[in-house]
């Protein structure tokens, strides 16, 4: 018998090259003030990819195809438990290809504001003061091509208390 899902298992859609990667202005969870990718909880009744493609298209306004699944990561956040969130997250990553939709870099007031919209950043811009630890592990596959599947204990997480993202600096898609 399967039993209830105790740890959440999400989906996340890389949209990238080795020189930049599409990431979210995130305002909300554990990841809030930093760049996060597209990325959701997976419920049953919908497949996984499209699950990612659809959140994608929410979360940044692109509309994408998976090309490819590159794996599983779990991440263990302890510094989460206090703040009375997982601190356990199960994400699968898929390697996605735009095929149209327009970038939205400012989040329409009319929708529930999850991130101030999304944004196309140069690696080189991405580090762990700014970004989520699922947009490190992207930015890994992007910079080397290869995709490490062991579990990233990351003791020292704490949630942004500021944004980290400069509008000014980010050039549009």
Same mark, same amino acid.
């Given at each position: +018998? =399967?039993?209830?899902?105790?740890? %959440?298992? !999400? @989906?996340?859609?890389?949209?990238?090259?080795?020189?930049?990667?599409? @990431?979210?202005?995130? /305002?909300?969870?554990?990841?809030?003030?930093?760049?996060?990718?597209?990325? &959701?909880? $997976?419920?049953?009744?919908?497949?996984?990819?499209? *699950?990612?493609?659809?959140?994608?298209? #929410?979360?940044?306004?692109?509309?994408?195809? @998976?090309?490819?699944?590159?794996?599983?990561?779990? !991440?263990? /956040?302890?510094?989460?438990?206090?703040?009375?969130? %997982?601190?356990? +997250? =199960?994400? =699968?990553?898929?390697?996605?290809?735009?095929?149209?939709?327009?970038? +939205?870099?400012?989040?329409?007031?009319?929708? &529930?504001? #999850?991130?101030?919209?999304?944004?196309?950043?140069?690696?080189?811009?991405?580090? $762990?003061?700014?970004?989520? %630890?699922?947009?490190?592990? &992207?930015?890994? !596959?992007? +910079?080397?091509?290869? !995709? %490490?599947? *062991?579990?990233?204990?990351?003791?020292?997480?704490?949630?942004?208390?500021?944004?980290? $993202?400069?509008?000014?600096?980010?050039?549009?898609?």
């Amino acid at each position: +018998m =399967i039993g209830e899902q105790n740890t %959440p298992l !999400f @989906v996340c859609g890389i949209v990238g090259d080795q020189q930049t990667m599409i @990431v979210n202005k995130c /305002l909300t969870g554990p990841f809030k003030n930093r760049y996060d990718l597209a990325t &959701a909880p $997976w419920t049953s009744g919908t497949t996984l990819g499209v *699950a990612v493609s659809r959140i994608t298209k #929410l979360q940044t306004g692109l509309t994408t195809v @998976v090309s490819k699944q590159l794996g599983t990561v779990q !991440f263990k /956040l302890p510094g989460l438990t206090s703040l009375g969130l %997982p601190s356990t +997250m =199960i994400s =699968i990553f898929y390697l996605l290809e735009p095929v149209g939709g327009q970038l +939205m870099v400012k989040r329409p007031a009319y929708t &529930a504001a #999850l991130s101030a919209g999304a944004a196309r950043v140069p690696l080189s811009q991405l580090n $762990w003061q700014n970004s989520s %630890p699922t947009v490190m592990q &992207a930015k890994r !596959f992007l +910079m080397t091509g290869a !995709f %490490p599947i *062991a579990d990233q204990p990351i003791a020292a997480y704490q949630v942004a208390e500021k944004t980290a $993202w400069v509008d000014a600096d980010l050039a549009d898609y």
